[in-house]
């Protein structure tokens, strides 16, 4: 297994523009995350899955955020309108039922102007 | 509630000396807590976890209940243990649900 893919690499965009973040995660596993890194805040959880199902978006800072999991393996982060203090690394992990280990993908890296 | 602090964003120390990387937590019930590593230009992956009582890379850590604490300690810090570390929490009825603290860059000196 290649482990959590995530996808782009990077992403820069301009103030106002939709941002897609798409995730794959290892497959078999039934818990996937979204989680944000900045240097202020540390690794902030945004939303997470379970069987596909949205179960806790407490996380998810206002309403320009969303997050869908159409199937076990795809997972999408939306942001729109894009702001710059969107600009952070964004992780997708995902992790067994009965475990606790998180697998991360690569993170994306975004930078709204 | 649970919630986990690191109170050092930045550690340095030189290769050879001891170091502790400190890490609390707030949460009311039997807390699971990791420790997570991300060395440079690698993934975010896991160090260790409590449950375990194990050494990995000969780094330790002890769950005190009574401080509320879980800091990850080596005796004889290596260039190679550079990297950023984030203990984490999980617990309560979210369970799947895993609390990172901000993380703590150390920094080994040769």
């Known amino acids: 297994d290649a482990g959590v893919i995530q996808s782009p690499r990077h992403e820069v965009t301009e103030m106002g523009q939709e941002v897609t973040l798409r995730c794959k995660p290892i497959s078999g596993h039934d818990y996937l995350f979204w989680y944000r890194q900045t240097m202020m805040r540390g690794l902030e959880l945004l939303i997470y899955?379970?069987?596909?199902?949205?179960?806790?978006d407490s996380g998810m800072p206002e309403d320009r955020f969303s997050a869908k999991m159409p199937n076990a393996s795809f997972s999408t982060l939306k942001i729109q309108p894009s702001e710059p203090r969107d600009s952070a690394v964004y992780f997708c992990?995902?992790?067994?039922?009965?475990?606790?280990?998180?697998?991360f993908g690569s993170g994306t890296q975004l930078s709204v102007l | 509630a649970q919630r986990v602090t690191q109170p050092e964003k930045l550690l340095s120390v030189f290769k050879g000396a001891p170091v502790e990387l400190k890490c609390n937590y707030s949460y009311s019930g039997s807390p699971e807590l990791f420790w997570y590593v991300q060395y440079s230009r690698q993934r975010l992956q896991l160090l260790l976890r409590?449950?375990s009582r194990e050494s990995i890379k000969g780094f330790t850590a002890d769950l005190n209940k009574g401080e509320t604490s879980f800091h990850l300690k080596k005796p004889f810090a290596q260039e190679e243990d550079s990297a950023m570390y984030y203990c984490a929490l999980a617990g309560g009825t979210s369970y799947g649900k895993l609390t990172f603290g901000q993380g703590t860059i150390l920094t080994v000196h040769p």
């Open positions: 899955f379970n069987n596909n199902v949205p179960i806790d």
């Open positions: 992990a995902s992790s067994l039922i009965t475990g606790q280990k998180l697998f």
């Open positions: 409590h449950i």
